[in-house]
């Protein structure tokens, strides 16, 4: 199992969308359906032909990369401007969607496409804001860059259990 830091849009602006829907969903759907890309140059070439530059240390393959790599029961933590909103499971497999009806924006059916559904088990929306540790920015760390990424940081980690926990129980 896998813990994911994800940000759901600029400044978890769709978080209330991924928590009534049960998903979580990430941008840059001009690429298509993930399962067409078999390694990352693959999907770099077609990001470049897409002119998805973000300006960012993590670039949009390698983040659509590592979304497309989720796995069914991998945990996800939502997370945006300081607060952990939610933390969730992974029930299924990643999936394309880009009908009207299930959009986030009805005008543009196809933003955040890429898909995963996800059982929201707490959330806490926890402010990390007087947290030192989990404010430091670092790779595998709650705040480092991106829509998602891999948390390896073990302080994060007992930090997500320790909230899971409570929520459960």
Known sequence: MTIWKFTPGDDGIYWDFCLENNLIAMGWSDVGHLSWFNSKKELKRKCDDAE????????SEVQLWDF???QEKDL???????????????T??????GSKEKAIDPKRPRKYAHRYNVCWLAVPNYDISNDKKLLINK?????????????????????????????LF
């Open 139 to 167: 790779k595998g760390a709650l705040t480092y860059t991106g829509t998602i990424h891999r948390l390896t940081d073990s302080y994060t980690i007992e930090k997500i259990k320790q909230l899971l926990l409570n929520e």
């Open 52 to 59: 998805y530059y973000i300006g960012t240390p993590r670039t």
């Open 92 to 97: 299924g497999g990643y999936f394309y969607e």
């Open 68 to 70: 497309k790599n989720i």
């Open 76 to 90: 996800i933590v939502s997370y945006a401007l300081k607060t952990i909103h939610g933390i969730g499971i992974v």
